[in-house]
């Protein structure tokens, strides 16, 4: 009933107002543009204004079709809100306000690319005051990451027409993405006969946009390290974004102006039995050029821009020719180095192998090696250097300077450069048998023990075994050395043996005995050599001895003048004649003086005349 009696006021207030002919003047505010993204919501806003005050309004919201017309799409008033069916908005829309206030919005969900249209906010009055305002919705959809792809295939610089470099492509973007091109972070524009950037825009079956872009370029030879890549632009609400591709190179083709030829490896001298790298380069790069290396010594060439020869040796020295040759013009670009291969020929010793020297005369042995470098000589003897230089010469020669010695030839400039050569001494002259550990021993009945006899001498000493009653002894080993003969006979103690080691040569003869005592004891004696040392411990015993003694008898004088000993005091007069007949008399001489001291037991010097009628009582 109420709602009825407010639309009966309503209607009358509506004649009352067109009778008095009174129209409401009604303004609406709205925004040139709302903005959002594909699937997200748009919130259109429409706020008015009416001279009459903000009361009770008559709301319609509409869109504009691409062909021009106006398509309502909701309608409110006082009592009534319709959302008009069969449009594209239908499901998707709703308006928050009631007309009864200055600010209304129509709410659009989930914006498609289709709603990128005009919408109109129609506010009438009571009265019949009517005005609108009107906004277009832009939608956004952020495209796909670009990609670049350059050529596949080398450019020549010598190509008159302009050559593809790559492409550059950007999809699914809305509205229309742009692609620049960059060349060393240098944007590229369409250049007459330079430059060539050709679009392509696509339209996807989405609605949205996908953008290719190719450049041509008139390319050169300092494009061979350029760098090129693609901004893409794209919009998005409030403004717009950019990204870049990843950086590309191209492959320039250009002939070679001057070629170069070097050795890689090894770096310094190279000696024989090295590797040597050689590479061979032109600053072109054309497939159509050929790069040999020819050995102008051999006549030899090899079609690589590489050459490694192995093992080298000096017929490898030389000069060795760089050559590029382009097939298309058949031109030809030579460069050329020389290689020198060191050497060191093998050591020459004088005499060869062996030398004969004589007792107490000059060796002389020289050593000699062909070299393309300065050389270093030294001698050695068992490891250890005996001189230097290329001559070896050592007088007066003994039997120990009978051996083998070496010379090593070096060259000081060429690490691991070295030769060796050997020559065998020999020392002539009569045998010398070395001296034993030990000839005489005592050994348990039953025992064997093998005796060693070695005779140096040259010619090589013949040895023989005998005992002394003339029994030959069998040799148990012999073997030759440097400077001599090493011979070892093994004995059975079965009684007491002597044994004789015979030397001899040409040039004399050399003997050594071994005597053997046999005992029951299993304590034996120690070799003869033993027995020595043992006596000399004792001798070294007694002299110790002595030499206490004689410090013993220098403290006891020198307490007797301090006065620390009795001897010298009135008690000791009493019993001085006593004494004096019992005294032994010890004499002392010391280093430092020829004066004779005579001690007696009581430590009392002697006066010298006392000293010799004591002495003579001590006598008799």
């Given at each position: 009933?109420?709602?009825?009696?407010?639309?009966?006021?309503?209607?009358?207030?509506?004649?009352?107002?067109?009778?008095?002919?009174?129209?409401?003047?009604?303004?609406v505010t709205m925004e040139d543009r709302v903005e959002a993204f594909r699937g997200d919501t748009a919130l259109i806003g429409c706020m008015f204004t009416s001279s009459e005050g903000i009361g009770a309004m008559i709301m319609q919201w509409f869109y504009v079709t691409r062909g021009g017309e106006k398509q309502r799409i909701y309608y409110q008033d006082i009592t009534t809100k319709?959302?008009?069916?069969?449009?594209?908005?239908?499901?998707?829309?709703?308006?928050?306000?009631?007309?009864?206030?200055?600010d209304v919005a129509l709410t659009i969900s989930n914006v498609q690319l289709e709603d990128e249209l005009e919408f109109i906010c129609l506010i009438k009055s009571v009265t019949g005051g009517a005005g609108e305002g009107r906004t277009k919705l832009k939608v956004f959809e952020t495209p796909n990451l670009p990609s670049i792809e350059s050529v596949q295939t080398g450019i020549s610089a010598n190509e008159e027409s302009l050559s593809k470099i790559g492409t550059c492509e950007v999809k699914n973007g809305f509205p229309k993405p742009n692609i620049t091109w960059y060349r060393n972070r240098m944007p590229l524009h369409t250049v007459q006969d330079v430059v060539k950037i050709v679009p392509s825009i696509t339209t996807e079956s989405s609605g949205l946009f996908s953008v290719r872009s190719e450049l041509r370029m008139k390319v050169m030879k300092e494009d061979k390290d350029d760098q090129f890549y693609c901004e893409v632009t794209y919009f998005v609400p409030g403004g717009t974004r950019m990204t870049e591709t990843n950086r590309i190179n191209i492959?320039?083709?250009?002939?070679?102006?001057?070629?170069?030829?070097?050795v890689e490896s090894p770096k310094g001298k190279i000696k024989e039995g090295d590797?040597?790298?050689?590479?061979?380069?032109?600053?072109?790069?054309?497939?159509?050029?050929?790069?040999?290396?020819?050995?102008?010594?051999?006549?030899?060439?090899w079609e690589s821009n590489v050459l490694v020869l192995n093992n080298v040796?000096?017929?490898?020295?030389?000069?060795?020719?760089?050559?590029?040759?382009?097939?298309?013009?058949?031109?030809?670009?030579?460069?050329?180095?020389?290689?020198?291969?060191?050497?060191?020929?093998?050591?020459?010793?004088?005499?060869?192998?062996?030398?004969?020297?004589?007792?107490?005369?000059?060796?002389?042995?020289?050593?000699n090696a062909l070299s393309s470098l300065q050389?270093?000589?030294?001698?050695?003897?068992?490891?250890?250097?005996?001189?230097?230089?290329?001559?070896?010469?050592?007088q007066d020669v003994t039997f120990d300077t009978a051996g083998t010695y070496e010379c090593v030839v070096t060259v000081p400039e060429i690490e691991g450069m070295e030769t060796r050569g050997t020559v065998l001494v020999h020392v002539q002259g009569p045998p010398e048998i070395m001296e034993q550990d030990y000839t005489e021993m005592d050994l348990v009945f039953e025992k064997t023990v093998e005796l060693s006899c070695h005779a140096r001498g040259f010619p090589a000493p013949s040895i023989t075994w005998i005992t002394s009653d003339g029994k030959v002894l069998q040799t148990a080993s012999e073997e030759e050395t440097e400077d001599g003969v090493q011979s070892v006979v093994s004995i059975k103690v079965t009684s007491d043996i002597t044994a004789l080691c015979n030397a001899s040569n040409e040039y004399g003869s050399d003997a050594v005995t071994f005597n053997i005592k046999a005992i029951k004891d299993e304590t034996a004696k120690q070799p003869e050599k033993m027995?020595?040392?043992?006596?000399?411990?004792?001798?070294?015993?007694?002299?110790?001895?002595?030499?206490?003694?004689?410090?013993?008898?220098?403290?006891?004088?020198f307490l007797?003048?301090?006065?620390?000993?009795?001897?010298?005091?009135?008690?000791?007069?009493?019993?001085?004649?006593?004494?004096?007949?019992?005294?032994?008399?010890?004499?002392?001489?010391?280093?430092?003086?020829e004066e004779a001291v005579l001690l007696g037991v009581n430590g009392e010097k002697q006066p010298p005349n006392d000293q010799s009628s004591e002495y003579l009582d001590v006598q008799k």
């Amino acid at each position: 009933m109420a709602v009825r009696d407010a639309g009966s006021l309503l209607v009358g207030l509506l004649v009352l107002f067109h009778t008095w002919g009174a129209w409401a003047d009604v303004k609406v505010t709205m925004e040139d543009r709302v903005e959002a993204f594909r699937g997200d919501t748009a919130l259109i806003g429409c706020m008015f204004t009416s001279s009459e005050g903000i009361g009770a309004m008559i709301m319609q919201w509409f869109y504009v079709t691409r062909g021009g017309e106006k398509q309502r799409i909701y309608y409110q008033d006082i009592t009534t809100k319709i959302v008009d069916r069969g449009t594209p908005f239908t499901d998707r829309i709703s308006v928050n306000g009631t007309g009864a206030t200055a600010d209304v919005a129509l709410t659009i969900s989930n914006v498609q690319l289709e709603d990128e249209l005009e919408f109109i906010c129609l506010i009438k009055s009571v009265t019949g005051g009517a005005g609108e305002g009107r906004t277009k919705l832009k939608v956004f959809e952020t495209p796909n990451l670009p990609s670049i792809e350059s050529v596949q295939t080398g450019i020549s610089a010598n190509e008159e027409s302009l050559s593809k470099i790559g492409t550059c492509e950007v999809k699914n973007g809305f509205p229309k993405p742009n692609i620049t091109w960059y060349r060393n972070r240098m944007p590229l524009h369409t250049v007459q006969d330079v430059v060539k950037i050709v679009p392509s825009i696509t339209t996807e079956s989405s609605g949205l946009f996908s953008v290719r872009s190719e450049l041509r370029m008139k390319v050169m030879k300092e494009d061979k390290d350029d760098q090129f890549y693609c901004e893409v632009t794209y919009f998005v609400p409030g403004g717009t974004r950019m990204t870049e591709t990843n950086r590309i190179n191209i492959t320039v083709y250009y002939p070679s102006t001057a070629v170069s030829i070097w050795v890689e490896s090894p770096k310094g001298k190279i000696k024989e039995g090295d590797s040597i790298e050689l590479h061979c380069h032109g600053n072109g790069n054309i497939p159509s050029s050929i790069i040999s290396i020819k050995h102008t010594e051999s006549d030899q060439t090899w079609e690589s821009n590489v050459l490694v020869l192995n093992n080298v040796t000096r017929l490898n020295s030389g000069v060795y020719e760089c050559t590029s040759t382009d097939t298309d013009t058949f031109e030809d670009i030579s460069r050329n180095t020389s290689v020198f291969v060191n050497y060191l020929d093998p050591a020459v010793v004088m005499p060869k192998d062996a030398i004969v020297v004589a007792q107490g005369e000059e060796l002389q042995a020289t050593c000699n090696a062909l070299s393309s470098l300065q050389l270093d000589t030294a001698w050695f003897k068992d490891g250890q250097e005996v001189s230097k230089g290329h001559s070896l010469i050592v007088q007066d020669v003994t039997f120990d300077t009978a051996g083998t010695y070496e010379c090593v030839v070096t060259v000081p400039e060429i690490e691991g450069m070295e030769t060796r050569g050997t020559v065998l001494v020999h020392v002539q002259g009569p045998p010398e048998i070395m001296e034993q550990d030990y000839t005489e021993m005592d050994l348990v009945f039953e025992k064997t023990v093998e005796l060693s006899c070695h005779a140096r001498g040259f010619p090589a000493p013949s040895i023989t075994w005998i005992t002394s009653d003339g029994k030959v002894l069998q040799t148990a080993s012999e073997e030759e050395t440097e400077d001599g003969v090493q011979s070892v006979v093994s004995i059975k103690v079965t009684s007491d043996i002597t044994a004789l080691c015979n030397a001899s040569n040409e040039y004399g003869s050399d003997a050594v005995t071994f005597n053997i005592k046999a005992i029951k004891d299993e304590t034996a004696k120690q070799p003869e050599k033993m027995k020595k040392e043992g006596s000399g411990v004792i001798i070294a015993v007694i002299i110790i001895c002595i030499l206490l003694l004689a410090i013993l008898g220098s403290v006891l004088y020198f307490l007797y003048k301090k006065g620390k000993i009795c001897g010298r005091s009135g008690k000791q007069d009493l019993t001085k004649e006593k004494s004096n007949k019992d005294n032994i008399v010890v004499e002392m001489k010391s280093d430092n003086t020829e004066e004779a001291v005579l001690l007696g037991v009581n430590g009392e010097k002697q006066p010298p005349n006392d000293q010799s009628s004591e002495y003579l009582d001590v006598q008799k």
